[in-house]
């Protein structure tokens, strides 16, 4: 048993999960390749210090892997797109195991703006937010699973950035029949997507204004928001690559999911 350093370091129950998911490396593929120095267990364990504690990635402990080699990992996954796979593979063994289906019937859609920092990359001002950064558009099932995440300039409005992650989502959720979203969506896009895609976009609105009230099916998009919060390298937007924005938010639902799963 290898013991935690960190409270973000997995068990074994939670790496023998995520290990069969994890790319291997090339020399096992590869005859002559060069022989690994550091194992995935590591690199990934030194991913998720990140994620969980929001340091750079210049500042990760003496006793993981070097920031070069884990950073080098994350950011190769991130083009080709392995945390987005390895989320998907989880996301329906762990919705099997709540007895549900492997796709989801329904989807609940939102957006959060979040700051930018000085790394640079793109961003805009989100007026109604009043926040200078970018916006993060999200796609979750009724157990708050992450479905389809994407990072756009803040000043994208909702409608348009919900028009790209639907289609995303008609795309490769053909099972979806509705998909819920707050008024921000409402107007021209609930048209448009009765015209374009195989499911249709409810509008759950608030009926009184300065009044709380737990909105049907809304709470679970809000409620996933929250479990972000929880890592502090998504406080704000630290990274200078969108496809790296949206790579955090899936090692975050991962980290979430492994936990469930173990």
């Not at 593929?29 to 969980?52: C, D, H, N, W």
């Not at 009926?207 to 704000?236: C, D, Q, Y």
Request: aromatic share 10%.
């Amino acid at each position: 048993m290898v013991p935690q350093r960190y409270t973000s370091d997995l068990t074994d129950g939670q790496w023998a999960v995520l290990e069969p998911h994890v790319p291997k490396a090339r020399s096992d593929a590869i005859r002559g390749g060069r022989p690994e120095v550091y194992s995935k267990r590591a690199i990934v364990e030194g991913i998720l210090y990140v994620k969980t504690t929001g340091c750079q990635w210049k500042n990760l402990p003496s006793d993981l892997p070097p920031y070069p080699t884990v950073y080098y990992y994350f950011n190769t996954w991130s083009k080709r797109d392995i945390w987005e796979q390895i989320n998907r593979v989880l996301r329906e063994r762990l919705r099997i195991a709540c007895g549900r289906e492997p796709e989801p019937s329904v989807a609940i859609i939102d957006s959060q703006s979040v700051k930018t920092t000085e790394i640079g990359g793109i961003k805009g001002y989100d007026a109604g937010k009043k926040v200078s950064g970018r916006k993060r558009h999200i796609a979750v099932d009724t157990l708050g699973l992450l479905l389809k995440a994407i990072v756009h300039r803040a000043a994208v409005q909702d409608r348009d950035g919900g028009k790209i992650l639907c289609m995303l989502l008609n795309v490769w959720f053909r099972r979806i029949k509705v998909i819920f979203a707050d008024a921000g969506y409402r107007g021209k896009l609930v048209e448009w997507i009765g015209e374009r895609c195989s499911f249709a976009l409810s509008i759950v609105a608030r009926n009184e204004l300065h009044r709380f009230v737990v909105m049907p099916k809304r709470w679970i998009v809000e409620r996933t928001f929250g479990w972000f919060n929880l890592a502090r390298r998504l406080s704000k937007d630290y990274e200078y690559e969108i496809r790296n924005s949206e790579a955090m938010l899936y090692v975050t639902m991962i980290h979430i999911m492994v936990k469930r799963l173990a």
